[in-house]
């Protein structure tokens, strides 16, 4: 906790630093960065439906790295999952709650196929699920990409879109002003019970071992081949779920005509998260905060938003380097060792 | 009088996880020997090695090279002073000739590129001068391991070392290559070298040393000629014990036989065979002790009995069932524990906490479930006796078990694997780097848990503890059990010392009694 605040602190350091050095108004522009996010509330609104997608790819990938699993498929599964539940969302006639209930599961049933075979292709032959899943993203976008251009695309409109979803198809909308929907709801729930999962049941208690020393879980009789598919089974319907959710919630089309790079910041999620469920929240609410003030400082002042890459590539590097703040952890194991003597 | 050449004074080295390695040890090499250092496992060897290598630095005491007290930090500082080193495990770069491994990082230049024809000439020229053939052009990855040696070395030459230390470096030879090793050796020595032999094969040391500084337990047990000593008298000083505990045990008659090792041989990926034809039985309330020097089949008998290494013949049973298609979770189930050597390895997993690990093998029955979830108040239950049982000092059951010293460690290992009533337990260095206290605790528990019936099979290298707990002993060496001895108490250690160096061998049918039939 003490070490993922002081990390933010330096981060958020080094953006007041570039910003000073880089703007006319240093201090105009910090303040639209720190405030704007939260000066309206359309602009809350857009924080919040910010934080949805990255909620759901960081506890999918706080899923997969708690079993000390690096896969970084669910950029390709948010893709290709938004791509399943924009079909069924264009061709299906179901009723008001059905339908995207159905595009959703679906979404997330694919998501879960498509995550299982790195998970398969690791618990069989050990293949490294981090160059599996970022090699299927390439497949999953590829793939995605051509049912868009030949199978989904809407002739008459002039961008590279879908046809329209029905209307029975888009996600409701929760609070009147703001394009907060109810994917918010389902993130919440999932959050819930992702945590019941991993510290309340035995499957739980399985992945989590597995991810500290996959030797003891083995030597303990846990099987950790199904327990590292299962991982990617639920992280892959999470992520699926995501992405579903994403498209019928926020568009009327579906129009990624590029990865829209969901996954690779829900690594940054989980890593501030520690991957603990709850703390997705918050972590997914930083990014969000800051993506969002950026967007408006870019807009508002002389700074462009691309700032916000370099505090994101000091989070991951002070948070991923070990030795970082060890100066503080070794002395609370003198102190253990101290009472122990 | 020779000239000490390299001098080590009442070196202690404590490493940061509060492991003693060295106590007080004193090793003086003179010019122009062979000197041997032995001693089992553990004996503090390697540690003084890489002390004296610059690769860790003493606690206390000084190194003394030529007269003049050093301070080695860093290898590099080693061989400077012309010490150098051939590793077990050889660092070389696979993929490089041996010419480009001889000079990495003192590359002769041309321009900005490597002058490889003069690497390869210096290779050669120094090959040729110690008699020691290799091609310079020719790939390491193609070498056999007796060449790889060679090329380490020549490694240490081309660096201008004077004192060359070889750790095992029998170990991955095959005889001819050993002897041609012992021939280049000696040929070293008449140039002048002084060389540091590291071995625990006694007519090996006897063959080509001058000298022998015997280790135990972290300390020095004397220095001597080689022609004084005799292998009886230098394997009684490397096995012998320091204290003696006793523990009471009545007696009473055994139970049904366990755990029944028919005739079980395997062999490793090499093809090597690492068991051969190890035959035993334990019966209910029996403590079988497997002593041995590490490495000659203990550790893949374990494994073999846990269900990880198949047979490649004979058969395990455990209480009458052939384990032979089963895996640790199905052999678990047949009420077997198991308490492995490496507890962070295998036995603990280091960032969860105490709580977590004392269930790890149990939290998948119904007992500990309701309704889909763990039984949270019933564990904490569980995890709160066992921690008062077995008196784990910590700061309560969500502590990480990584944050305990080895002995509390080790002692939740115990906890867990004792507390679901086994019928077999298989202790596998059950006290290896714990303190007294924790060593004592867990001996009693053992023993506790024989009274209750319970069969063990005890390996260990300790032989305090082998001879003091077991009630039947077996000793294994290359892979074979040598000796079955029914009254461990009464055997004198020269007589396992024997036994476990491979000097001493029982016939077949002496041995053939561990089947107890």
Known sequence: MFRTSAVILIALIVAFLIISLVSSQPWHTIQIFMFEPVSSKAHIGNVIEMAIPLMFSGLALSLLFKANLFNLGAEGIFYFSGVVAASIAIHA?????????????????VG????????ILKAKWNASELVTSLMFNSILFGVGLYLLNYKLRDAKAFATVSYKFQPTAILDKLVPGTRIHTGLIVVLVCIVAVHFFLYKTKWGYELRMTGINRNFAEYSGIKTAKVIILVHLIAGFIAGMGGSIEVLGMYNRFQWTALPGYGFDGALVAMLAKNKPFAVIGGAFFLAYIRIGADQMARMSDVPSEMIAIIQAVIILLISAEQFLKFFKNRMLLREAAKDA | MQHELLEMRNITKVYPNGVLANRNVNFALREGEIHAVVGENGAGKSTLMKMMFGMEEPSEGEIIVRGETVKLHSPQDAIDRGIGMVHQHFMLVPSFTVAENMVLGMEPKKGLGIHYDEAARM???????????????????????????KVEILKALIRGAKILILDEPTAVLTPQET????????????????IVFISHKLKEVKEICDRITIMRSGRTEGVFDTNSVTEKEISRLMVGRDVVLKYEKDMKPYGE????????????????????RVQFSVRAGEIVGIAGVEGNGQAQLVEVLTGSLPASSGMVLISGKDIAANNIREIRKMGVSYIPEDRMRQGAAKEASISDNLISTRYRSKEWNKRGFMDGRKIRKLVDDLISDYKVKCSGPAQEIGMLSGGNMQKVVVARECSTNPKLLIAEQPTRGVDIGAAQFIHQKLIEMRQEGCAIVLVSADLNEIMELSDTLLVMYGGEVVAYIDRPSEVSEEELGLYMLGLQKQSEEEVRRASHL
């Open chain 2, 179 to 194: 002897e041609e090793l012992f021939r280049e050796l000696k040929g070293l020595r008449a140039e002048g070298h002084t």
């Open chain 2, 123 to 149: 290779t050669l020229e120094l090959s040729r001068k110690y008699n020691l053939t290799v091609d310079p052009h020719a790939k390491v990855e193609h070498l056999s391991v007796g060449m790889k040696q």
């Open chain 2, 257 to 276: 036989p366990i755990l029944q090792v028919k005739n079980v041989s395997s062999g490793d990926e090499q093809g090597k065979q690492v068991l051969s």
């Open chain 1, 93 to 109: 006639q179901l009723g008001n709650w059905l339908h995207p209930a159905v595009a959703v599961l679906a979404g997330g049933l």
């Open chain 1, 112 to 119: 879960a196929l498509l995550s299982a075979i790195p998970g």
